[in-house]
């Protein structure tokens, strides 16, 4: 379990985060979801100490974290950033350093074998000697997405992890996060901001809104009143088929009803 006691980020005097509480299970994933500039990437980071913890503690399975540096946590959490870095790097060698957090320079069989089996989940074989600087944004996305999966972490943090996909992508991407973390008793931590594949995916939804947490509910209590507060929007939620979708924008209630609807007909006429 991660225990995230009283969490508390300030960059100088502003404060970024405020008194997050969570307590997060071993083969959950755990989406956030809130509106620009909340947080939500703050708080990553803060679990990987890319920034600093003003308050608060960190618990994994009981060992307090709180004090651990970047590379002692880099063990235990694996961190993929929203924004990706050039590094000058072929796919190959982005895989293998991965592994070389655990298993130092030289990499044993188990490594090769890990990496081997990512490279065809994730059908990489044709860019596994090209620069990944060369290479478009999803394609990118997904050699990160593989390299933090292939790290085996205790801990997966992952920012945006699809936002550069088209929707087969994005479906196969989130389809392995789910079934890795199970697996694998990851602790996954993902940011999203496709409100249906947050749903539909997750085991818990974190909302998160102006530094805070404002609500932590298993995905399928999720309802519209929490969506709309949340992103100071109206939102209406169906579920057809266990799978949620989702609109947001006015509602066609009575202030709007007489003024127009969208039917299909009406467009068609
Ligand atoms: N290094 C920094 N210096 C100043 N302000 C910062 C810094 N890092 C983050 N912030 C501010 O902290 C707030 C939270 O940023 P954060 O990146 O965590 O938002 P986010 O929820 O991930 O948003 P988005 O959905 O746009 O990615 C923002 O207002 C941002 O401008
Ligand atoms: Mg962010």
Known sequence: MLEIKDLNVKLKKETLLEDINLKLLSGELNIIIGPNGAGKSTFLKSLIKIVDIYKGEIFLDNRNLTKSSINELSKDIAYMAQFNQNSNLNTIDVLEISRRKHSGFTLKNKDHDLIEEIIKEF??????????DTLS???R??????????QEPKVLLLDEPISHLDPKNQI??????KRKTKENNFITITVLHDLQNALHYANKIIMLKNKRI??????????????????????????????????FGHSHDELHKNRHSHKKENNDT
């Open 123 to 132: 059908e990489l074989q044709k860019f596994l000697h090209r620069n990944i």
């Open 137 to 139: 944004g999803g394609e």
């Open 141 to 150: 996305q997904k050699i990160f997405l593989a390299a933090a999966i292939i």
């Open 172 to 177: 196969e991407m989130l389809e392995i996060i």
């Open 214 to 247: 404002i609500d932590f509910q298993d995905s399928l209590n999720v309802d519209e009143k929490m969506v709309s507060k949340l992103f100071e929007i109206p939102c209406k939620l169906f579920w057809q088929e266990g799978h949620p979708f989702s609109f």
